[in-house]
């Protein structure tokens, strides 16, 4: 049952939520270059199972699932549902909602990830497999740029803050795009057939007024082994679900109103003040709970649900598992992959991201947003090098099994990135916002 959070403090969850992911990381770094080193790959490369009989949901090819890939291919569709959802949610009535508001956003986001992508390939060897990494740097961890921008209180304009969520929302909306197009592999389409008439089933049964959530999860994960076996990777099963989620009420505002007022006016008031209510005003609550539920949207409170299990459980579990670089050994980390990957997250996205947004601005696509001005647009376009969570996520898609070495530098590469990137940002941003906000 869902009870509405009337008081929550988003900055607060960001930043405790970005703390633990970076501890984590560092977690799996120090666990790697460790005695316990053969114990965490062991860990890694660890067999699952889920049987049915003879049928393992839990296989790939004949072959049951790794707990590294588990969690990749398995875990990160969670993940990636989280994200399509709030790409929905941008797109029905957020800032990605209508041309005026989405113009400076999403050229600024392209700037973005083009510029990344041009350091990087100048930076590598031309035609070598190092080529394959070249979309590492594009994307920016949304969960964790917007922990280091909570670090600066109220003194952070809420223009800033939209314009940097909608920005790595295309910036996600870009990964995606590279992980499907690709990252895939060679496609089995009987499979994808039978996934889509799933998707068809799924978004007629929500315009028929379906609005159970389990009742689309538990298709979700159909659908996952659908896509886990089809050759396109699993993970973008959960953005085109999120897309089938209704985002209709059962009950519309109006109607929610004039309900509550009705359930209201049945609460029986005790003349004498108890602790404990009668079996009478528990019903009446209850009642008052049920309204409030139906007036909330499937999609945003799956959006709602799933967001401490993402912030606090499958990424904490992803950069455990992908964050362990091996600094000694046969683990180089200083090559053409990692530098390119943290210029191209450094530098590549502060240029990309402040020059178009000065482009767009100057040209008179879209006007400065209230609030903002180029210095903090500056201090932004730093934090958008914040590359994480995707930026790992793609550095396996090139790099795992064929290349270790390879990986190894492009982990390095996306924390170093992340990190210097980070610090930039809220030094800059430290310096230029008021110290007071004037209410």
Not at 84 to 93: N, T
Not at 128 to 150: C, K, N, Q, Y
Not at 230 to 241: A, D, E, F, K, P
Not at 289 to 299: C, H, Q
Request: proline fraction near 3%; aromatic fraction near 12%; charge should be neutral.
């Amino acid at each position: 049952m869902i009870i509405l959070r009337t008081v929550r403090n988003i900055s607060s969850l960001n930043i405790v939520a970005s703390i633990l992911l970076f501890l984590t990381a560092i977690l799996a770094a120090l666990i790697a270059n460790s005695p316990m080193a053969p114990l965490y790959q062991g860990f890694l490369l660890q067999e699952l199972h889920l049987r049915i009989g003879d049928f393992n949901l839990l296989s790939h090819g004949g072959h049951p699932l790794k707990m590294i890939e588990f969690i990749n291919d398995c875990l990160m569709t969670v993940f990636f549902l989280a994200v399509g959802l709030e790409i929905k949610r941008e797109l029905l009535v957020g800032e990605l909602s209508s041309f005026r508001k989405a113009v400076l956003p999403f050229i600024a986001a392209c700037g973005g990830m083009l510029i990344p992508v041009i350091i990087y390939s100048s930076l590598v060897v031309s035609g070598s497999p190092e080529g394959r990494g070249m979309a590492i740097p594009m994307a920016t961890d949304i969960a964790f740029s917007l922990g280091v921008l909570s670090l600066l209180g109220k003194r952070v304009p809420l223009s800033l803050k939209i314009f940097l969520t909608a920005f790595a929302v295309v910036d996600d909306i870009g990964g995606i795009l590279v992980i499907a197009i690709f990252y895939s592999t060679e496609v089995a389409y009987g499979y994808l057939i039978v996934a889509a008439v799933l998707y068809c089933f799924l978004y007629y049964m929500g315009k028929f007024g379906m609005t159970q959530k389990i009742f689309f999860l538990f298709f979700g994960v159909i659908i996952w082994y659908l896509f886990l076996q089809s050759g396109i990777h699993s993970t973008i099963s959960g953005v085109i679900l999120a897309f089938v989620i209704p985002a209709r009420p059962r009950l519309d505002a109006g109607k929610y109103i004039n309900r509550i007022r009705e359930v209201i006016g049945e609460f029986q008031v005790s003349e004498s003040d108890r602790i404990v209510l009668t079996n009478e005003q528990i019903a009446t609550l209850k009642q008052v709970e049920r309204a409030s539920d139906f007036v909330i949207s499937p999609l945003q409170s799956l959006e709602d649900n799933l967001h401490g299990m993402v912030n606090f459980v499958i990424l904490p579990l992803f950069a455990f598992a992908n964050a362990g670089v091996v600094f000694s050994g046969g683990g180089n980390v200083i090559g053409h992959v990692s530098i390119a990957v943290a210029m191209g997250l450094l530098f590549g996205k502060f240029i990309g991201i402040y020059l178009f947004t000065w482009l767009t601005i100057r040209s008179g696509l879209a006007s400065m947003p209230k609030g903002m001005n180029w210095k903090n647009i500056a201090g932004v376009s730093l934090l958008g090098g914040i590359g994480f969570t995707v930026s790992l996520f793609i550095a396996n898609l090139s790099f795992a099994g064929d290349y270790p070495e390879l990986l190894n530098q492009a982990k390095f590469g996306v924390l170093l990135g992340t990190v210097l990137a980070g610090i930039a940002g809220y030094i800059v941003l430290n310096m230029v916002l008021p110290r007071e906000v004037k209410g």
